[in-house]
């Protein structure tokens, strides 16, 4: 049954990672729409949306079922031995009543939203770990229970921008059992996503607009994709820098350095360890500066129980460049007991 | 069957339906959405950005307590107000109150508490309102092992002043869950 379970989702992975790589490595065709800010922001909210709507089962399911379009499908992959797929307003709505929920339960915690446009609408990926944090007062520790990515396929209807399909992979460590298709991690796929040159973006010098703020949000989501999953070596990981970055710690510098470096680190085609959150981005007159806090989730595999590797985070120096903005340097500082605040 | 009893009975129905709708929490029954209704001005990108970028301020500001938690209090307008509703609840207003949230205890520049994500946020007759969900973990802390310490999500009315967008209103609530199947899985099973 594993056996099947494992050639289950490994089709479907390859279907929807081929999917991915075949719009991600081209421009966009004359079919596929330009994304305005506003779809990119509209997007995002519908995909922050499902965790309330999941987690709380409102209206008795149907607030998770009309977040997707008449005909979606969600599929959960790790659902029995060959995955389940769900299609149809009433049983959407019947697996968010079916789980643990409650109107202030939190439980998944989405983030690393990429999106790019695509025939049609638009797709997309994102990690979720899923968290048991308050246990209805049972004295049990919160933790992290699991996690994983979901990849997305995005529709405008009249009603707004809702889930064409959406699928979940369940995390898994490890070296790439194959060499997977690149995801969402071409560079092309960033600068094309925005549909001018960065030059004709960019207002005023020292000024960021909304598509730049845009354009850095999907930069910085894409970093963990590239690393987590590495589906090339390392070079799209590296493609994310300037040419001339320095990445701390260790410093490493130039795209051959950080592509060998993203390599050495663990990885997988469907392994999820990087949660990015809490990005700030401030315009400065050569580009932008940002950070973000970093927690790396070591998600249990086998019936393990998951733990957290470490947290900190990540102070940024962003670069316009012809192929769409970059680090300029990006440096991780851990975490540590602060002393009081002065 | 052209007797006005079923349509009496439909009628029953829906009225009841309509009163089940008015007293179920608002939790419940109002999934986040980012329409504008009729009575509330559509956000636009850069009042979406700027509302993310506040949002996600707070928990540098939190856990940084930089400029003694004035840089927390600052992220809320004059008469912004924070009401934490576990143990007993308390409500912080204005700057010097909302100032002490974010000072004492460990802070600074290398920790990193608070993780928020899932950002929604809609329009209001007032600005704006949204939530965000909140975990805090402790990393980094010497002698520890990292976990998950406890999160919940945060409840938030945005106005828009002159200095951008501010918090008008916070509110943190703890994640409980109320109903949990026979058949999910109990932590440690």
């Given at each position: ?5 494992k ?21 966009p ?9 506003l ?21 008795n ?23 389940r ?21 939190m ?30 007062g049972?004295?049990?520790k919160s ?5 994983g ?16 399909s ?20 071409t ?38 994709y ?36 993203a ?24 580009g ?13 595999e086998?019936?393990?129980?998951s733990?957290i ?5 990540y ?28 | ?5 079923p349509?009496?009975i ?16 608002a ?33 540098w ?5 930089d ?21 007993g ?21 290398t ?7 899932n950002h929604?946020v ?12 909140v ?19 945060y ?25 949990w ?9």
């Amino acid at each position: 049954m594993k056996t099947m379970r494992k050639a289950f989702t490994t089709a479907v992975l390859s279907f929807v990672l081929v999917g991915f790589s075949g719009t991600a490595a081209q421009q966009p065709s004359s079919s596929t729409p330009v994304l305005t800010a506003l779809d990119y922001l509209e997007i995002e909210q519908l995909v922050y949306r499902y965790g309330y709507a999941l987690d709380t089962g409102a209206d008795n399911g149907f607030a998770y079922a009309d977040l997707y379009a008449d005909d979606a499908t969600f599929t959960g992959t790790n659902q029995g031995p060959s995955g389940r797929t769900y299609q149809g307003r009433e049983r959407l709505a019947a697996l968010a009543r079916g789980g643990k929920r409650g109107p202030n339960f939190m439980s998944h915690w989405v983030t690393n939203v990429v999106i790019e446009p695509a025939p049609g609408g638009a797709i997309g990926k994102t990690y979720v770990g899923i968290f048991d944090i308050g246990n209805g007062g049972n004295g049990a520790k919160s933790r992290v229970d699991h996690g994983g990515i979901y990849n997305d396929v995005y529709v405008k209807t009249p009603k707004g921008w809702r889930f064409k399909s959406r699928s979940f992979f369940e995390s898994t460590s490890g070296a790439p059992v194959q060499p997977p298709p690149a995801m969402l991690t071409t560079p092309h796929g960033l600068s094309a996503a925005a549909g001018s040159t960065p030059e004709s973006r960019t207002q005023n010098p020292g000024t960021l607009t909304a598509q730049d703020y845009i354009e850095i949000q999907q930069l910085v989501a894409r970093y963990p994709y590239a690393l987590d999953q590495n589906p090339d070596d390392g070079q799209s990981y590296a493609n994310l820098f300037t040419t001339d970055a320095v990445f701390r710690q260790p410093r490493t510098e130039g795209r051959q350095n950080l592509a060998t470096m993203a390599s050495r680190a663990p990885h997988g085609a469907k392994y999820t360890r990087h949660f990015l959150a809490n990005h700030v981005i401030d315009a400065t007159a050569d580009g932008a500066v940002g950070k973000q806090y970093l927690v790396a989730v070591d998600i249990g595999e086998s019936g393990q129980p998951s733990s957290i590797f470490l947290g900190g985070h990540y102070e940024d120096v962003y670069a316009k460049t012809p192929e769409g903005w970059r680090f300029k340097t990006r440096t991780f500082i851990a975490s540590a007991t602060g002393a009081e605040a002065k | 069957m052209t007797s006005g009893r079923p349509l009496t009975i439909a009628l029953g129905i829906a009225i009841l339906a309509m009163l089940a709708l008015t007293v179920l929490p608002a939790q419940q029954r109002e999934p986040v959405t980012a329409r504008a209704s009729a009575n509330t001005s559509p956000l636009t990108d850069v009042d979406y950005i700027e509302i993310q970028q506040l949002q996600r301020k707070s928990a540098w500001a939190l856990d940084s307590g930089d400029n003694y938690g004035y840089a927390f209090a600052d992220l809320f307008t004059p008469d912004g107000t924070f009401v934490g509703t576990s143990e007993g609840g308390r409500t912080l207003q204005g700057r010097d109150q909302l100032a002490t949230l974010a000072r004492g205890g460990t802070r600074g520049h290398t920790v990193q508490r608070h993780f928020t994500m899932n950002h929604v946020v809609k329009p209001s007759a007032a600005g704006a309102t949204g939530r965000a969900y909140v975990v805090v973990a402790d990393v980094g802390v010497v002698g520890q092992k990292n976990k998950v310490n406890q999160g919940g999500y945060y409840d938030d009315e945005y106005q828009k002043t002159p200095q951008g967008w501010r918090f008008k209103r916070r509110t943190y609530y703890e994640s409980k869950v109320d109903v949990w199947p026979a058949s999910a899985p109990r932590p440690g099973q």
